[in-house]
């Protein structure tokens, strides 16, 4: 692969070649100038030198601005010439919007396995003659919450055991949702590949999920929804594939990460990865380089391995730039924490404004969005009260901020989910400090 064949430099690239070609100037200036002064003969060097560092400076300059698209071409990542045909790349295919009503769900993903007990807890109006929370409270030990740091919330539907239970007390935007009727709780919830009861797992007469209990493996399984198949896309990812594809009247849908790659958006249309902190993340020298991309990734190549590469490359940084674009005009009304949690919600709030925003062409709007957003930190087996408290008040800062945005700001509140799923739930019983590995565990819904 010639270095030159792609002439180019960022200005990044351009700086450091002209301070290498300043600095070997002033060496050659500096050295034949010492011996001028002590030489009437060395004109011949200083002629020598001046050349020597000059055509020498000219060929670093050659291959620095080369080595920057050098590394964009598809020969620096693959291990093919990359020849061209005469086909001209088609554009990716889009979906047109159909017009119909918009709809998000924003999956929060808790990992490191929540002690989601301590988040939903049963409290009274329960069985007269199996009294819940005294069970929880002599099964949990030292690990269970008191009835003062927890707020209550009420079941008038009469099909739960219980008619009070009681919320984590640094999550009032879950009460309270849970209070205006936008809030849901799903008690038990785990990976399975079929219905399981107790004495079968305790048998081994079903099949079970790979690896249970094993951080990697579960929060795989809980990304795909498909544990019995190790190769499964996400299940995001799977759901707006179906979406986006129907032969009839397909949805003009989109899938976003605000926490980096994730498993759970994998399997569908290309996710678009935002930063919580910075937002869409551009490559800063693209309009320098934009020509030579052009001419690198416009016409198809004869290589397979090569094409895809090629058309990767324009795809993503076309879309980055148009996104980024598009994101950076938009603002929010409602006051987001600095904490990362937070700022991913903000960065979904700006997304979702942008979707609904009036000056958008109708039949570039979308219509179905997936977003994953991400906080760690719960593998709770030494610090299970401080870490949960802290967990919980980092949560709700965000979703009251993120409500907020959408109920008052955007009025699009309606029209959104917030899920919350974890790698599994943790074991009733203290360990002393904390609690370990287990399975089901409880998560809530808003929206």
């Not at 270095?3 to 200036?29: A, E, H, P, T």
């Not at 009835?147 to 009032?172: A, M, R, W, Y």
């Not at 038990?188 to 079970?208: R, Y």
Request: proline share 4%; with cysteine; net charge neutral.
């Amino acid at each position: 692969m010639l270095v030159g064949r792609y002439w180019c430099g960022g200005s990044g690239v351009r700086m450091l070649i002209w301070w290498v070609f300043f600095l070997c100037f002033f060496f050659c200036f500096f050295f034949c100038f010492f011996f001028c002064f002590f030489s009437v003969s060395s004109l011949f060097l200083l002629c020598f030198f001046f050349c020597f560092f000059s055509v020498s400076s000219l060929f670093f300059l050659f291959f620095l601005v080369g080595h920057t698209c050098s590394q964009l071409s598809s020969e620096f990542h693959t291990t093919t010439l990359n020849v061209f045909t005469h086909t001209v790349r088609p554009d990716p295919k889009v979906v047109a919007s159909g017009g119909r009503p918009y709809k998000a769900i924003v999956v929060l993903f808790l990992a490191g396995a929540a002690d989601s007990f301590n988040m939903l807890v049963p409290v009274t109006g329960c069985d007269p003659a199996h009294d819940l929370y005294q069970e929880y409270k002599t099964i949990r030990g030292n690990a269970a919450l008191d009835t003062s740091e927890l707020i209550n919330i009420v079941d008038t539907s009469n099909t739960q055991p219980c008619t009070t239970f009681g919320v984590h007390k640094n999550l009032p935007i879950v009460s309270d949702s849970y209070d205006l009727g936008e809030a849901a709780w799903i008690a038990n919830m785990g990976t399975l590949i079929q219905p399981t009861t107790k004495q079968q797992f305790k048998d081994k007469s079903v099949p079970l999920p790979p690896s249970l209990f094993a951080h990697n493996v579960m929060q795989k399984s809980i990304a795909t929804m498909h544990p019995q198949l190790s190769s499964s896309s996400g299940i995001l990812g799977r759901i707006t594939d179906v979406l986006s594809s129907r032969t009839s009247q397909p949805y003009k849908s989109k899938l976003y990460s605000i926490a980096g790659p994730q498993k759970i958006v994998t399997g569908g249309p290309n996710a678009d990865i935002i930063s919580g902190s910075v937002g869409v993340q551009r490559y800063v020298d693209y309009d320098v380089l934009k020509d030579s991309i052009v001419n690198m990734t416009h016409r198809m190549s004869e290589n397979y391995l090569s094409d895809t590469y090629s058309g990767t490359l324009k795809h993503i940084l076309e879309a980055t730039e148009s996104l980024g674009t598009k994101l950076n005009q938009q603002t929010v009304t409602a006051t987001f924490s600095e904490e990362d949690l937070s700022s991913q919600f903000k960065q979904v709030a700006k997304v979702i404004k942008m979707h609904r925003h009036a000056s958008t062409p109708s039949a570039e709007r979308v219509e179905r969005a997936a977003f994953v957003t991400k906080l760690g930190g719960f593998d709770t087996h030494r610090d299970l009260a401080e870490t949960l408290e802290a967990r919980m008040a980092t949560i709700n800062a965000a979703l009251t901020s993120f409500v907020e945005e959408m109920k008052t700001h955007q009025q699009a509140w309606d029209e959104v989910t917030v899920v919350t799923i974890s790698d599994f739930g943790r074991t009733l019983t203290s360990n002393g400090l904390g609690t370990d590995h287990a399975w089901g565990g409880n998560y809530f819904v808003l929206g």
